[in-house]
């Protein structure tokens, strides 16, 4: 690890200050991910910025009858607040299917959302990666490419976006709110937040240097039967091959997001509209311009057969 600087923020002032006088600085609140990634000299930051001195670790009602997360909120209480498991529950079950309890009680809501892939090719610093070291190239395309994206890829990266927490914010449509170092604040839709890889694969997120998240909005409830099925090649403790999370109404109507498919969460609203009409509808819109590999070709019937296994719960 290299060696960096260290201060604690008590303001979202003084923690936009230290970003905008630092460009290598980055902010740090329960570190699950960013930590390992310095280990592993992926992250370089010269100096960190702890965070957790803020008052962003509350969940509250909004005047518009949603509920509005705090950035430092941890994944545990999240997961266990009455309001979201009555109201929120694929979001609640979403985190319950990531990680493990000890990285639960630590991670944050902000956090989860801007943690970076697990491509092994990313992790490997001997090898090109166009993520880790833009222009070196591409490992994965060429390499063992079974957990990869098959849509919205591009021919710089094939890496899939890990986080379970996020599918399930696609799906209920929220909202990112973040401070700039300038003060000004601005509402991001969860839709526009991450980035597809293109050219440009090392920017995950529309997040300009120093912008920092405030919270995480989610609109009035939707009711519905909350559904969220992960598929992985163990139990626990391992990132999705696919997962669904879907809110589905007793008439068929309702929406569905995919992960472990995409450089980032993947819906189509389009998609939502075929729901009625079954699972292969459904997915055949979802994943209209898969590109998968030999490899991973195996993601796209697995999308259509988990999404059927999600409708016929909702079922009954």
């Not at 930051?45 to 005047?63: Q, Y």
Request: proline share 5%; net charge positive.
């Amino acid at each position: 690890m290299k060696a960096f600087t260290y201060e604690k923020a008590f303001s979202v002032e003084a923690a936009a200050k230290a970003a905008a006088s630092n460009p290598e600085a980055k902010f740090i609140a329960g570190g699950t991910n960013l930590l390992d990634l310095m280990k592993l000299e992926i992250e370089t930051p010269s100096h960190l910025i702890d965070v957790n001195g803020l008052a962003f670790d509350k969940i509250e009602k909004t005047p518009a009858g949603g509920l509005r997360i705090g950035a430092l909120v941890r994944n545990t209480d999240l997961a266990a607040d009455i309001t979201v498991r009555r109201d929120y529950g694929v979001l609640s079950r979403a985190l319950l299917a990531g990680a493990s309890g000890q990285l639960r009680n630590k991670a944050t809501t902000a956090g989860n959302l801007l943690q970076r892939t697990r491509c092994p090719y990313f992790y490997d610093t001997a090898q090109p990666c166009n993520k880790r070291s833009p222009g070196s190239g591409c490992s994965a395309i060429a390499g063992f490419s079974r957990q990869h994206a098959v849509v919205g890829v591009s021919d710089a990266c094939i890496a899939t976006h890990p986080s379970d927490m996020a599918i399930a914010m696609r799906a209920l449509d929220a909202v990112v709110e973040t401070v700039k170092p300038d003060g000004a604040r601005r509402s991001i839709q969860i839709e526009d937040f991450h980035r597809l890889p293109g050219d440009t694969p090392e920017i995950e997120t529309v997040l300009e240097k120093g912008e920092l998240i405030t919270a995480v909005v989610l609109p009035s409830p939707v009711g519905g039967k909350h559904i969220y099925r992960k598929v992985r090649d163990r139990a626990s403790y391992a990132f999705a091959l696919v997962s669904v999370g879907a809110v589905i109404h007793p008439d068929g109507t309702g929406r569905v997001a995919v992960g472990g498919v995409a450089h980032k969460p993947w819906r189509v609203n389009a998609a939502d509209a075929e729901l009625p009409q079954g699972a292969k509808a459904t997915a055949a819109v979802i994943l209209a311009d898969a590109r998968p590999t030999e490899q991973n070709k195996f993601k796209v019937d697995l999308v259509e057969r988990t999404l059927g296994a999600v409708i016929a719960e909702a079922r009954g």
